[in-house]
């Protein structure tokens, strides 16, 4: 009986290995297992000919949940643009948007050619190509704006596109006084096309590299969110707490722990000649589109009466500039803060901010504006995080992380490598603290569901922190526009950075946050784009977090 007795046993173990390989099995052929390999294992990726990749398949990600899967698809869809032309064959810029052809008109105002504050200014943009002869397609990226140098005055316009070659730029008419139009093309549909290509098909333009070190042994090897097939085997670098993913070939001769920092390798370019010639600047690329007639209207005082309102768009841009300072429209006011005023809002409170060089910006404005802020010296060079100052006597604490790859940045240790929605997690936040988070300068060159991901893993921990704690105050810096010339690459092109903005705007949208939103910002003031804002812009922008610190304490 004790015989017998163990041998039932042993065929129930055997039974039971056989029904647990067959289960991996089976979800290997369903190809769930090849998204959850061991952090920092090696893997072996599947051959495939560069020609037959399509899209970015190539990308190897752990399964998301329905929900997170479907959400993707909803703001893919609501950022997704009308079908851009291709570019004319025989390839020719002269079947392409000229801004130099194109032109806007303003619409009349009231009767008697008047506007008055509260109004709203349409202008009518048509296009042509480079023969003169008028579009007949939608698809150019086109940005407007309104200004008034004199009063330091500013608002972003908003275009939109009628789908036939004409446009719409719709302005809130807020100061009274002179206020001119300027339409600038960004760049023709044609361009977005190729960009949305590149976008798609080669979300590796971008390349990074890491060191691996053991010993007087060192190799360097490519790097990436997703990396293209080939015999050399993978290490798998996936951040097991928030599942983000990031891969670098292994090494020959050292294994996948030995990886000890991480750097910007260089980028591709993906254009051909003739696609090239699509990202000209000062003939195609940010160049400024004329008015037909008078480019600039007289607005009048409020005078009670009906309204002038445009029927193409109903939602009020975020702020404007007057004097200097921005005006948030439909939220906070916005307090203007002085040394003294900046340190008794802060007084006793921590500022905890993460993500690029754009919010790392605010850090050292207030490093810079508040003499009694002093930053340790952590013997890290400015782009490796973390920074933290500290005014001991009011008790003020400012910290500045910078966000996990992707990062185009010089080398930074692995070891200083924290993923945003982990520190949050690990933040023992109250009512005293406010976290800043600004992550979308370095997800301009990944497809945007690589940055939805991203940011679908930031938000759960913001949630859950202010679940965990209601009192923290959560600002999210969105992303802005900057300068393009010849020596920048199509890569860092606005037309990606305003797909990320958009994005980020979607993804906190309903959440108790606060955003900052940079883009019109950047957009509605005279001085010229960067993507690293300017002081008096930057000093806008710590002055509306401050206001939500602090509301209407100071004026």
């Known amino acids: 009986m004790k015989t017998t007795s163990c041998t039932r046993r042993d065929f129930g173990i055997i039974f039971l290995f056989v029904m647990v390989y067959a289960l991996i099995f089976v979800l290997h052929q ?93 202008v009518m943009i048509q296009t042509f190509d480079f023969q003169g002869h008028p579009k007949k397609s939608g698809g150019d990226f086109l940005t407007a704006s309104l200004h008034n140098r004199k009063l330091e005055a500013g608002v972003a ?29 960004v760049h023709p549909g044609e361009a977005v096309t190729v960009l949305n290509r590149i976008n798609r098909q080669h979300p590796d333009r971008v390349y990074y590299k890491s060191l691996y070190r053991s010993g007087s042994l060192s190799e360097t090897t490519p790097c ?5 097939s080939t015999q ?23 294994s996948c722990d030995t990886r000890i920092n991480h750097f910007k390798a260089g980028y591709d370019n993906y254009l051909s000649a003739e696609e090239n010639k699509l990202f000209q600047s000062g003939v195609n690329m940010k160049v400024s589109i004329q008015a037909a007639g008078p480019s600039n209207v007289t607005v009048l005082p409020e005078d009670g009466q009906l309204k002038v309102k445009s029927s193409s768009v109903t939602s ?22 002085n040394t003294s005023a900046i340190t008794q809002c802060l007084k006793g409170k921590a500022v905890h901010m993460y993500g690029d060089s754009t919010v790392r910006q605010w850090f050292d404005f207030l490093n810079a504006v508040l003499p009694g802020l002093k930053e340790f010296d952590l013997h890290n060079p400015r782009h ?16 500045y992380r910078c966000h996990a790859p992707p990062l185009l940045s010089l080398p930074i240790p692995i070891r200083e490598l924290r993923y945003t929605a982990n520190e949050l997690d690990d933040l023992d936040a109250g009512p005293n603290d406010v976290v800043v988070l600004g992550i979308w300068a370095h997800f301009t060159t990944s497809p945007m569901d690589i940055y939805i991901r991203r940011l679908q893993s930031i938000r ?26 010849d ?53 806008n922008m710590v002055n509306s977090m401050l206001s939500y610190v602090c509301p209407q304490k100071h004026g």
């Open 30 to 122: 369903m190809e769930i297992l090849q998204f959850q390999p061991e952090v920092n294992s090696t893997i072996i990726m599947p051959r495939v000919s560069p020609h037959h990749i399509v899209n970015h398949r190539f990308c190897t990600f752990q399964p998301r949940s329905p929900q997170d899967a479907l959400e993707e698809r909803l703001i893919l869809d609501s950022i997704a643009r009308p079908e851009n032309p291709l570019l004319p064959s025989p390839n020719s810029l002269e079947q392409t948007t000229d801004p130099a052809h194109s032109t806007f008109t303003i619409f009349p105002g009231r009767k008697g050619g008047q506007w008055h504050v509260g109004d709203q200014l349409e």
């Open 157 to 185: 316009g908003q275009v939109v596109d009628h789908l036939n070659g004409s446009y719409s730029a719709v302005f809130s008419l807020l100061w009274e006084g002179d206020a001119r139009v300027e339409v600038t093309l």
């Open 224 to 228: 990436n969110v997703c990396l293209r």
């Open 232 to 254: 050399q085997p993978v290490c798998n670098h996936t951040d097991l707490r928030s599942g983000e993913p990031w891969f670098c070939y292994k090494p020959k001769n050292l």
């Open 316 to 337: 009020l841009p975020s702020g404007y500039y007057y004097q200097g300072v921005w005006r948030a429209l439909g939220g906070i006011t916005v307090s203007q803060f």
């Open 384 to 399: 490796i995080a973390p920074l933290k100052s500290l005014d001991n006597e009011n008790n003020i604490l400012v910290s």
């Open 460 to 485: 759960r921990a913001v949630v859950q922190l202010l679940d965990t704690n209601p009192g923290t105050l959560v600002i999210v810096r969105t992303g802005n526009s900057r300068s393009l010339n």
């Open 487 to 539: 020596k920048v690459p199509p890569l860092n092109s606005d037309w990606y950075s305003l797909q990320c903005d958009k994005v980020l705007k979607a993804m906190f949208k309903g959440l108790k946050v606060h955003l900052i939103d940079a883009w019109e910002m950047t957009l509605a003031h005279h001085l010229p784009l960067n993507l690293h804002p300017p002081p008096p812009i930057i000093q």
